[in-house]
């Protein structure tokens, strides 16, 4: 179940996704060998895989035959966190449902509308304006006669026109082709490039060592809790003033939660590296699995590589690398 998770955040669709399963003959919980995106969709979704049980997902509106509804809102729902071992961290299900968002809104969509997000193009979602930073949209131009063409054009420009954005199209097979001499070009230079990623690797670790301070705030936390029960059983038998109970819980909650927050900071900040690397590895894998050169777009090398692409103008792109790493090109 990792790897839905991990290769949707790659840029992958749902169908994708099962396709892939399907390929590798991975089988669903139930035993099927048919995926469905429906499938992926759910797995995305639900908290149990970083260990939660969301209780009173439905609720029962008739006694007699026992019908059961999805609980939309009429009865309270409860969220139980570490209730079991999890598959994923709570880090990862959370930036897929950002990114679940972010595919959403760039569609038009809102979550929970029953429209669904679908990267049928290589390039979607991962082409953006260096002018105003809105995304690219795939159009075809004079799609009835021989001069068909298929480009990518600045949303905002589509929308709302050359006032609010200037950027000018740019073909669908220039970025492709784009593409080919930026892997080509790192391939040649294979054992450089994977040197400087390996650089990089060594960068984000080399900053502070993180394990250490969350050792010391959990004991610091420890020894807040036992304050607080101390101070409570204080209380209890009488033995402490109201007013000095109320300063001291305000005291000791309010340092509770500043460890908490500083704890989730560091915590955020290691799972950051640990994809970085990942991503990092993965890209490494990818260039020593390669034989040669490439020949012409391929979209799942694309897919495993790159993040973004900024459009400069028609001519000057910037490919950002999903380790972080930029690379310019020209189109000559």
Not at 60 to 74: A, E, I, P, S, W
Not at 146 to 169: I, L, M, P
Not at 270 to 278: F, I, P, Y
Not at 312 to 322: A, E, Q
Request: with cysteine.
């Amino acid at each position: 179940m990792r790897r839905i998770y991990e290769e949707y955040l790659e840029g992958k669709s749902y169908q994708s996704i099962a396709n892939g399963l399907m390929k590798d003959k991975i089988q669903t919980v139930t035993g099927n060998v048919k995926w469905w995106d429906s499938t992926i969709t759910i797995i995305l979704t639900n908290e149990k895989y970083y260990g939660a049980l969301l209780q009173q997902k439905t609720v029962t509106v008739d006694f007699l035959t026992h019908k059961r509804l999805k609980n939309k809102g009429q009865e309270q729902k409860y969220l139980i966190e570490d209730n079991h071992e999890p598959i994923i961290s709570k880090e990862m299900f959370e930036t897929v449902q950002k990114e679940k968002e972010r595919r959403a809104h760039l569609k038009g969509n809102i979550m929970g509308d029953r429209k669904k997000y679908s990267s049928k193009y290589a390039l979607s979602s991962k082409v953006f304006c260096g002018c105003c930073g809105a995304n690219f949209k795939r159009r075809t131009w004079n799609s009835n006669n021989v001069s068909k063409k298929v480009v990518w054009q600045c949303r905002t420009y589509v929308n709302e026109g050359k006032e609010a954005c200037d950027a000018k199209a740019v073909n669908e097979h220039v970025l492709q082709d784009a593409f080919v001499r930026v892997f080509n070009r790192m391939y040649e230079n294979k054992d450089g490039f994977i040197r400087t990623l390996k650089a990089n690797i060594e960068t984000i670790l080399s900053k502070r060592d993180a394990q250490e301070p969350l050792l010391k705030i959990d004991e610091q936390m420890e020894q807040l809790k036992d304050d607080l029960k101390g101070l409570v059983s204080l209380k209890l038998r009488d033995q402490i003033e109201e007013s000095v109970y109320a300063v001291e819980n305000a005291r000791i909650s309010k340092e509770l939660d500043e460890l908490r927050q500083e704890k989730a900071t560091i915590e955020k900040d290691n799972d950051h590296k640990s994809q970085v690397t990942q991503r990092v590895n993965e890209i490494i894998q990818v260039m020593n699995a390669r034989q040669d050169l490439l020949e012409q777009f391929d979209d799942d090398l694309f897919n495993a590589m790159v993040e973004k692409i900024t459009i400069l103008s028609p001519t000057r792109y910037l490919f950002t690398l999903k380790s972080g790493l930029e690379i310019a090109e020209f189109e000559e």
